[in-house]
C-alpha cells in the first residue's frame, strides 16, 4: 500500500498568517493527491484535487502543489473559517489511503 | 442535487455483524467507484474500502481485509459494507463516499455518516 504521511499533526496560527502543511507519498504517485478540510461533526469537504487543481468554491487562499512524492497545501492568509483539520489522500493506487492530518488552531 | 444517505449503523458486541447501507440520488451511480471512510472518536480518516462502478473489483484497508464485504447494487442505487467479527476498534463513524468515474475527483460528496458502536 502507499502511504501518506502529514506534518506537521498541529499547528497553530493567527489569522492572517501564512502557512503550509506537507504531504510525503510512500512512493512516486504523479499528481493523484487530494485534500481535504474537515471541521468538528462534519463529513471532509474537498479543496483541491490532482494536487493543485482548485475545486469549485474553494477560495483562491488555496494553493496546492507538488508531483511525485512531496506535496504542499498553503493557505495564503488564514481566515477564522479556515481553523479545522486538513487530509491529504493519495488516489494513485485503489487503496485511497489518508493522512494522519494536520489540526489548525487558533494561536 | 447529489445525496448519500448511510444507515445501519447501532450498538453491537463484539464479534457481532452489522450491514452499512448508503443510498445515492442525484447522479449516475453505476458510473462512479464508491468507498467507505471511518472516522473513530477524535481520530482521523481511515479509508475502509471501495468497489468498481460494476462491482466487479473490491478493495480493502489490511485492518478489514476478511471480516468486511463491500457490495453495491446498481438498480437501487445502493452500497453496501457487511461487517463481520466486529472488534472495538471497529467503533467509529462511517462514512459512504463517491469515488473517481466520469469526473476523475475523489470523495467529491460524501453521506453524514452513520455510527458503529462496539460493546465488548
Given amino acids: 500500500d502507499i502511504r501518506v504521511t502529514q506534518s506537521p499533526s498541529t499547528l497553530s496560527a493567527s489569522v492572517g498568517d501564512r502557512v503550509t502543511f506537507t504531504c510525503r507519498a510512500s512512493q512516486h504517485i504523479g499528481n493523484w493527491l487530494a485534500w481535504y478540510q474537515q471541521k468538528p461533526g462534519k463529513a471532509p469537504n474537498i479543496l483541491i484535487s490532482k494536487a493543485s487543481t482548485l475545486e469549485s468554491g474553494v477560495p483562491s487562499r488555496f494553493n496546492g502543489s507538488g508531483y511525485g512524492t512531496e506535496f504542499t497545501l498553503t493557505i495564503s492568509s488564514l481566515q477564522p473559517d479556515d481553523f479545522a483539520t486538513y487530509y491529504c489522500q493519495q488516489y494513485y493506487s485503489y487503496s485511497r489511503m489518508f493522512g494522519q492530518g494536520t489540526k489548525v488552531e487558533i494561536k | ?120
Fill in chain 2, 1 to 120: 442535487e447529489v445525496q448519500l444517505v448511510e444507515s445501519g449503523g447501532g450498538l453491537v458486541q463484539s464479534g457481532g455483524s452489522l450491514r452499512l447501507s448508503c443510498v445515492a440520488s442525484g447522479f449516475s451511480f453505476s458510473g462512479y467507484w464508491m468507498s467507505w471512510v471511518r472516522q473513530a472518536p477524535g481520530k482521523g480518516l481511515e479509508w475502509v474500502a471501495n468497489i468498481k462502478e460494476d462491482g466487479s473489483e473490491q478493495y480493502y484497508a489490511d485492518s478489514v481485509k476478511g471480516r468486511f464485504t463491500i457490495s453495491r447494487d446498481n438498480a437501487d442505487n445502493s452500497l453496501y459494507l457487511q461487517m463481520n467479527s466486529l472488534r472495538a476498534e471497529d467503533a467509529a463513524m462511517y462514512f459512504c463516499a463517491r469515488d473517481v468515474g466520469s469526473v476523475v475527483t475523489p470523495f467529491d460528496y460524501w453521506g453524514q455518516g452513520t455510527l458503529v458502536n462496539v460493546s465488548s
